[in-house]
């Protein structure tokens, strides 16, 4: 038979990916879990960051294995080109954009969700359940009712995107077979101006278009304005426009502002408007009885994201969409061709597969790293972190405006710190570049890393604590390493 395989030829004895000597491969999986646990250990002793060498980038960039090699030489590779070269964020002074930091538990329900590899697209088997108990439980965190809807996500990006897509459904039901290339007046959508990034993306891969999305300016403490979101609306409705969605945001990726969620939920209902909240990382005050009010009216929403790889301390990845309207969360996505029918008995068995409420159909376990997170912890515990690291913000806000050499850009809402050097003399564009350069030079030391952003106009150090390591002491060192950074750019060391 040419260029193909033989149907004929006998099948022998399969081609067993399993090892040889079990025994040997035991005892270096074991060895990898032992470095693994010391590496988070020992993360402290370490630069937070450290750039990726090129002779490491070339080899990563080696040609595609045709022959297979030992376990040991591959393991011998990872340690030497990748370990070292991590974003950072398990240190305690990561301090960049919004990054978890993840804990050892995660480690353990990893490699065991690795272990039974379910694919949690849907049929009848015990990951199902634990995805289910964790919906649930988030449901319960953020006071939506019985028959709500939850998926777990690879991130708030997607939850965003799913809500929205409900949200779409809820206003034009038949747009998944017409499409929304519609005569009857353009959807809209509105949000702060300070909405993340995800959000624009979701409307354009919605086909809604970015400019179907009204961004609303932000009051002085980066809230969004509800009267001007009210007026945008009404002159949206006078010029024929169709509006549709609110999103709130729970925590702005920029300075950690929250809506009035209570006022947007008023205004929902008033216009008979859906409200998606983003609560990538804010949504998780829900889990501290002292700072849940000020996501007050949040559990009015109709649809919620959040990540668990963020405040959660869940390993990534890990987000969660939730829908108030279960049954509708379904219809904007169920399929079932023939392949995929759901039966009586058997696998395939079971309600709500997962792959009804979402675009993905094979799907990993998540859910088994979120589940032993809360168990291990319990929302309490987690809870605590999360105010932990708002304390830890307050007090770095309070650091910075007390140092003449600093000035604070935003308020410290939540745990987000935007603050710049200053520096007599300079203009404002020459203090961005100073601040930029800083920023990156602190990433290089290797003391600490925040990451940099424009706040009203201002190039910002940007600092976020989403973080169960970090200390007070920490956020010294990181005053510090800013300190010397500045004084050594403006020749005054
Ligand atoms: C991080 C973030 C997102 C996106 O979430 P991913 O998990 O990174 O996809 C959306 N909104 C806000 C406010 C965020 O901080």
Known sequence: MEGGLDPLAAAGQGVSLDPADWERFRALAHAALDEALEHVRTVRERPVWRQTPETVKQALAGPLPVEGEPLDAVLAEFRANILPYATGNIHPRFFGWVHGAGQPGGIVAEMLAAALNPNCGGRDHGAIYVERAVTDWSRQIFGLPEGASGL???????????????????????????????????????????????????????????????????????????????????????????????????????????????????????????????????????????????????????????????????????????????????????????????????????????????????????????????????????????????RQAAWLAARVAEEPELELLAPAAMNIVCFRVRAAGLSEAELDALNEEIVADVQESGEAATSSSVVAGRRAIRVNITNHRTRLEDMEILVQAVLKAARRRLGQD
């Not at 991130?155 to 034009?172: C, F, K, P, Q, Y």
């Not at 929250?258 to 209902?269: F, I, Y």
């Not at 696998?347 to 998540?366: I, M, T």
């Not at 032993?372 to 929302?379: N, S, Y």
């Open 152 to 390: 777990i996500t690879t991130g708030t990006s997607m939850a965003n995107l799913i809500g929205l897509t409900v949200a779409r459904h809820a206003a034009e039901r038949d747009v998944r077979q017409r499409g929304v290339n519609r005569e009857g007046g353009r959807l809209m959508a509105y949000a702060s101006r300070e909405v993340h990034s995800s959000v624009p993306r979701a409307m354009e891969i919605l086909g809604l278009g970015r400019e179907a999305l009204r961004l609303i300016p932000a009051d002085g403490d980066f809230r969004v304005d509800v009267a001007a979101m009210r007026a945008a609306i009404a002159a949206d409705r006078a010029a024929g426009l169709r509006p549709f969605c609110v999103v709130g945001c729970a925590g702005t990726v920029n300075t950690g502002a929250t809506d009035d969620l209570w006022a947007l939920a008023e205004l929902c209902a008033e216009e008979g408007l859906w409200l998606h909240v983003d609560g990538a990382f804010g949504g998780l005050l829900m889990l501290s009885e002292r700072l849940r009010d000020r996501l007050k009216g949040i559990e009015r929403a109709d649809s919620i994201g959040f990540d668990f790889h963020k405040w959660a301390q869940v390993t990534y990845d890990a987000g969660c969409i939730l829908v108030r309207d279960g049954a509708l969360h379904a219809e904007a996505f169920r399929m079932r061709p023939a392949y995929l029918e759901h039966k009586p008995r058997g696998l395939a068995g079971g309600v709500d597969w997962p792959s009804d409420f979402g675009p993905e159909l094979s799907r990993g376990f998540r859910a088994l790293k979120v589940w032993f997170a809360l168990k291990e912890f319990g929302t309490r515990r987690l809870g605590a972190v999360v105010e932990e690291n708002c």
